[in-house]
Nanobody
Framework: QVQLVESGGGLVQPGGSLTLSCAASGSISSKYVMGWYRQAPGNQRELVTRVAGGSTWYLDSVKGRFTMTRDNAKNTVSLQMNSLKPEDTAVYYC????????WGQGTQVTVSS
């Protein structure tokens, strides 16, 4: 059973930056789609970014500000978030999916002055 563990959340002022990291406890095949979702209070969970087959997709509202990287050798993904806005405030979840789905426990990101 693979476990995903996120880290790097916290409180940041608008315009600031944070980097989220996600480490898998076991090997994740490169066939797995990996990505980040987020869920703000009162909202549905939404896909922020995902990488599959060498192609990376981003939610329109984060394009140019967020960058996802994946290291298959280390079984890790990260999310560099720049120019953060209050509307980016949410719990961020790491995700891996193919023939099984795995979710991290979530890490809180709060953007506030």
């Amino acid at each position: 059973q693979v476990q995903l563990v996120e880290s790097g959340g916290g409180l940041v002022q608008p315009g600031g930056s944070l980097t989220l990291s996600c480490a898998a406890s076991g090997s994740i095949s490169s066939k797995y789609v990996m990505g980040w979702y987020r869920q703000a209070p009162g909202n549905q969970r939404e896909l922020v970014t995902r990488v599959a087959g060498g192609s990376t997709w981003y939610l329109d509202s984060v394009k140019g500000r967020f960058t996802m990287t994946r290291d298959n050798a280390k079984n890790t993904v990260s999310l560099q978030m720049n120019s953060l806005k209050p509307e980016d405030t949410a719990v961020y979840y790491c995700y891996a999916g193919f023939d099984h789905e795995y979710w991290g426990q979530g890490t809180q990101v709060t953007v506030s002055s």
